[in-house]
C-alpha cells in the first residue's frame, strides 16, 4: 500500500554534489525510521544514511562528513545530499522505511522503493 520512488541520480564527476529524494505515498504511516542503502554491482548492500523520527541520523564512516539525510514530512519526502563524491560512491540508491529503531542494518526497514543510480567518474 506504501510506494517509495526515488529521483535524483545520474552521472557527476568526482567531487560534485547530488541530492537523492525519496516520495513516499498510498497509505498514510507514521515511520519510525527511514534511510538510505547502497548496493554497487557484486557488493552487499551497505547502509549509508538513516533517520529516526525525533530527527536524530546515523552515518557510516564511509561517508560521515559527506552525506546529509533529511525528511520533510509535509511533503511525505526523505532527501539525501551528497557531497564531495568519489568514484567509489558510485552504485544503485535505494530509500528504505520501517517501524525500529534507526540502524544502517536492513533487518529493520520493511519498505523498499526501486533505487535509482548514481555514476560518479574519476
Known amino acids: 500500500q506504501v510506494q517509495l520512488v526515488e529521483s535524483g541520480g545520474g552521472s557527476v564527476q568526482a567531487g560534485g554534489s547530488l541530492r537523492l529524494s525519496c516520495a513516499a505515498s498510498?497509505?498514510?504511516?507514521?515511520?519510525?525510521?527511514m534511510g538510505w542503502f547502497r548496493q554497487a554491482p557484486g557488493k552487499k548492500r551497505e547502509g549509508v544514511a538513516v533517520i529516526n523520527y525525533d530527527g536524530r541520523s546515523n552515518y557510516p564512516g564511509s561517508v560521515k562528513g559527506r552525506f546529509t539525510v533529511s525528511v520533510d514530512n509535509g511533503k511525505n519526502t526523505l532527501y539525501l545530499q551528497m557531497n564531495s563524491l568519489k568514484p567509489e560512491d558510485t552504485a544503485v540508491y535505494y530509500c528504505?522505511?520501517?517501524?525500529?529503531?534507526?540502524?544502517?542494518?536492513?533487518?529493520?526497514?520493511?519498505?523498499w522503493g526501486q533505487g535509482t543510480q548514481v555514476t560518479v567518474s574519476s
Open positions: 498510498g497509505y498514510t504511516v507514521n515511520y519510525y525510521c
Open positions: 528504505a522505511a520501517g517501524y525500529g529503531l534507526a540502524t544502517l542494518e536492513q533487518y529493520a526497514y520493511s519498505d
